[in-house]
Each structure stands twice: as structure tokens, then as C-alpha cells.
């Protein structure tokens, strides 16, 4: 790892910790002072959350909140809030990382924070990204690993341990996990100019077995669903630093449809936060008229699957031209397709003939 990258990294630690630190001392002056504690922040209620047309994502709005100990109901979550703070304070402090899973135990097991669930947890781990305006990864918070990355990119690690190790994402076979140690890590080198992300771990397997990081020159990027905000920043770093257009393969249905549209412009949950929507990203398919056209296997829609193609065809998000078309197509004909629709036609069809027309296409 280069000295230059090596500060960078160790600033950016620092000014985290500070961060942290600034909003604990906040909260001991305020005692000292005999003030009730309180912390101020952006709402992220939903009346809060505005589509900016320019950044292509939502963001949040002007209105702000303070979470006040004197209001009875913000003593627990206010509680919560600071406990949280403390905890993010010790990882970065001793450059540790954890997962949402293991904050929620661990406040549970060691200090006894109340939390009706994890996902009270995770709100309150929300709260801290706004109060500070960091993300949950510069507190070392992320979630449990299960998107991966396949192809010709040389990293460079930068955490603790293994600064300065490389290695060619090629090395393994069932491609690298996107975890905390890769994706802080540093880009170093690609010849891919291209990257092909995949919804479903299955089509992902077939891509790499058929070799299509070598046939298509790209990196293979698994989100195995709705991508983690992890997989999301490496995409649009791989977009933003290394100029490499990014295409976008789902399922055809609208829970495929909204997985790239997150990628592309980000989700409402996300609002609070920067660098994580690639809007130059291409939804190549599996398209309705995809459905229809290559006559692939079908199921029903369901009431739910109809009515969330309704609410995204309200959604600022999918004003564009091709998102309203097939969108409409999908409520005409009430049909849905997965990826491996494709393999009525044989098991590499999808690689031999799918991929290179939608590519040429684009």
C-alpha cells in the first residue's frame, strides 16, 4: 500500500473517531451543565425523504429533529443512541469491525441496552449515520457477508494485518466475498472494461464457469438480492474511479426490476448518505419485452407483484422511457421470469447468445 493511501486511510479513521468523540463530549457538557442531553438531527421521516432529480436519488430534507432526554418517549431510544455511539467509539478506536448482528447482541449481553429486535437496532445505527453524517462502515458496522466479486482486479488491503497484501480477484474460483477487508481496500489494477452484476448466486456460478469475466472482459459483481450497500459502493467506485460502465441483470419481475433501480439511484432507507448510487448504470434485463420475446417460462404475477409494479410506476424514479415501458408490458401480460429461464435453450445460452445481444444492444 502506498504512504499516500495509507494516511489517507488513517485520516479518514481519525476524523471518525473524533466525530464520535465530539458527540460524547457534547453529552458530558450538557450534564455538567445540569441540561437534560440531547442530540440534533435530519429527520428521516417519510415526509422528509425528496427526490433530487439532479443527483437521480433520494435525499433528505431540510427539517430537522432533536432527540431530547427530558421527552420520556426519547429516553430509550436516546439511550440507545448514545450506547450505540459508545460502541462505534471502541471499533474504530481499536480497528475492529462488527457485524449488525453482533451490535444487537452485543448491547444486549454486555450492558444490557434494551432492544426489542434487531431491527430497532439497526434504526438506532441509522440514527447514528445521521446524527454524524458517516456511514455505518467508517464506525467498522457492516452487515453479514454474502455478495461476492469475480474477475481480473488486482486489490491491495489496507487493514490491519495485511497492508499492502494483493490479490488478483481471479484467485478464487467461487469469487471473493464483499466484506469489510475488501472493500476498504484499494483498487490497484483491471484490464476489465466493463462490469456485469448478477441478482441470483446461480447465474453468477454459470457466469464464471463459463468464463464471461474473460469472454465479456468484465467483473463479475454477485448481489444476491437487493445489493448490500457494501456491493453498491464497490460498484459505483469501480464506475466513478475506473470508468467502467456497469449492466445490470436481474430477474424478470418487479422485485428484479427495484434491485437495479437501487443500484442505479439509490433507495429512500439510504437517503442520509452519498456514494453509493452509480446513475450511469445500465438495467439490461431480464426485460418484460425479454419475456415475450424469447418466449421464456412463466409464472403468474401475483396480487403483490402487481401491486408493487403500480407503486413503481408512480416512483420519480422510473420516469424514464424504457422503466415505463416495460414496466407497462409486465401489467399487460401478468407474467414474471427468473434468470434461469434462459436454460430451456441449454445450459450456456444464456452466455453464448443472451449476453452478447443485449451487450451489443446497449
Known amino acids: 500500500m502506498s504512504e499516500t493511501t495509507h494516511r489517507e486511510a488513517e485520516k479518514h479513521r481519525e476524523s471518525t473517531e473524533v466525530s464520535l468523540q465530539q458527540l460524547g463530549n457534547l453529552i458530558y457538557e450538557q450534564i455538567q451543565n445540569r441540561e437534560f442531553p440531547w442530540v440534533m438531527m435530519q429527520s428521516r421521516s417519510t415526509d422528509n425523504i425528496i427526490y433530487d432529480p439532479d443527483l437521480r436519488q433520494y435525499i433528505l430534507g431540510s427539517r430537522t429533529i432533536r432527540r431530547h432526554s427530558r421527552n420520556i418517549r426519547h429516553i430509550r431510544p436516546f439511550t440507545q443512541l448514545i450506547w450505540t455511539a459508545w460502541f462505534a467509539k471502541e471499533l474504530v478506536s481499536l480497528r475492529k469491525t462488527s457485524t449488525l448482528r453482533e451490535v444487537y447482541y452485543s448491547a444486549r449481553g454486555q450492558q444490557d441496552i434494551e432492544f426489542s429486535g434487531q431491527q430497532e437496532s439497526d434504526n438506532i445505527i441509522t440514527d447514528l449515520e445521521v446524527a454524524l453524517n ?6 467498522g458496522i457492516f452487515p453479514e457477508e454474502r455478495s461476492a466479486i469475480f474477475g481480473d482486479l488486482t486489490i491491495e488491503y489496507t487493514v490491519p494485518g495485511y497492508e499492502g497484501r494483493r490479490m488478483n480477484l481471479t484467485d478464487h474460483p467461487d469469487g471473493v466475498m464483499v466484506g469489510p477487508a475488501l472493500t476498504s481496500s484499494e483498487f490497484v489494477e483491471t484490464s476489465a472494461d466493463k462490469v456485469l452484476v448478477i441478482e441470483k448466486g446461480a447465474m453468477f456460478t454459470r457466469l464464471v464457469e463459463e468464463k464471461a469475466h474473460d469472454r465479456f472482459n468484465a467483473i463479475l459483481v454477485h448481489t444476491a438480492g437487493q445489493s448490500p450497500r457494501s456491493t453498491r459502493n464497490i460498484i459505483q467506485r469501480l464506475n466513478r474511479n475506473n470508468g467502467l460502465p456497469i449492466y445490470i441483470f436481474t430477474d424478470g419481475d ?5 434491485i437495479a433501480m437501487v443500484i442505479i439511484s439509490g433507495s429512500a432507507n439510504a437517503a442520509h448518505l452519498r456514494g453509493l448510487a452509480t446513475p450511469e448504470a445500465k438495467w439490461i434485463g431480464v426485460w418484460a419485452s425479454d ?16 401491486k408493487r409494479l403500480k407503486e413503481l410506476k408512480s416512483d420519480p424514479r422510473y420516469k424514464d422511457e424504457i422503466w415505463q415501458r416495460e414496466i407497462d408490458i409486465f401489467l399487460k401480460i401478468e407474467k414474471k421470469a427468473e434468470l434461469e429461464a434462459f436454460s430451456r435453450y441449454g445450459l450456456t445460452y444464456i452466455v453464448d447468445e443472451y449476453l452478447p445481444a443485449k451487450l451489443e444492444s446497449i
Open 134 to 139: 458517516k456511514p455505518r462502515e467508517d464506525f
Open 254 to 258: 418487479p422485485w428484479g426490476v427495484h
Open 291 to 306: 419475456i415475450l420475446d424469447y418466449k421464456l417460462p412463466t409464472e403468474n404475477l401475483t396480487e403483490n407483484d402487481l
